[in-house]
Structure formats: structure tokens, C-alpha cells
């Protein structure tokens, strides 16, 4: 084999994009119009940035842990919907720039899965964390 463009090597990227950083669509919507931003965190990793150029605009997510605490930042495209699904056992420690979730009117808390807690947001730049 001379080249190093093989397809285990696009499922593996595919991989790290959907599951490490999480950044998926849905089936049953048009490509990346409602995006799902799900990082999965463990194996040792405490850092991952990954970003997508989609037909909307850029599409983002970059998460770490430092001294227990974690950190997202979100960068979802315009004319774009997000849920977005934070690990944290509350909504109540969640910090969006500063400020507690529950404060911010642009942000919707919908929910649980899991260890999750997830948040619908339009278009922006957001930065999570969790105590």
C-alpha cells in the first residue's frame, strides 16, 4: 500500500468527530440544521478540540478538564439549532460565561440523559462549565 488514504482511517476520524467530541446530526432532520453536541469524556483524555466546516458555517466543539472542573466551548453556525448535552449531575452547577445557566433566556434547559444535561441553543459562541 503506498497511500494513507484508506477507509479505516476515515472511520476512525469519523469516530473521534461524533463520539470523543461529540458532534453529530440527526437521521431524520437535513444535515447539520438541528446539530447534537455530546462529547463522551474518559480514556485518560482531558482535552479535545475538533471543528467542522458545514454548508452553514463552522461547527465547534473543545472541551477540557483541569482540576476537576470541565470546560465546553460550543461554536454552533448560523440558521442552526443545537442541543446541546453537558456532563454535570444538575443544571444548577452549570456556568454559561460566568453565569448561571438558568439565567440566560437564550439557552433552554430540556432535560436528562443520563449523566447529562441537555440544552437547546440557537447560533453562537458558548462557553460551559461545571463545578
Given at each position: 500500500m503506498n497511500s494513507f488514504n484508506h477507509y479505516a482511517?476515515?472511520?476512525i476520524g469519523d469516530w473521534m468527530y461524533r463520539v470523543i467530541a461529540g458532534l453529530d446530526t440527526y437521521d431524520s432532520?437535513?444535515?447539520y440544521k438541528q446539530i447534537?453536541?455530546?462529547?463522551?469524556?474518559?480514556g485518560g483524555l482531558t482535552e479535545v478540540d475538533a471543528g467542522y466546516e458545514t454548508?452553514?458555517?463552522?461547527?465547534?466543539?473543545?472541551w477540557?478538564?483541569?482540576?476537576?472542573?470541565?470546560?465546553?466551548?460550543?461554536e454552533i453556525p448560523a440558521n442552526t439549532t443545537a442541543r446541546?448535552?453537558?456532563?454535570?449531575s444538575a443544571p444548577g452547577s452549570i456556568t454559561e460565561s460566568g453565569k448561571a445557566l438558568n439565567t440566560i433566556a437564550d439557552l433552554k434547559i430540556t432535560g436528562k440523559d443520563g449523566e447529562y444535561v441537555i440544552v437547546e441553543a440557537g447560533s453562537g459562541n458558548y462557553n460551559f462549565s461545571v463545578n
Open positions: 482511517y476515515g472511520a432532520l437535513p444535515g447534537q453536541v455530546k462529547p463522551h469524556l474518559g454548508n452553514y458555517g463552522k461547527l465547534r466543539s473543545a477540557k478538564i483541569v482540576n476537576g472542573k470541565f470546560n465546553l466551548v460550543v446541546i448535552f453537558i456532563p454535570a
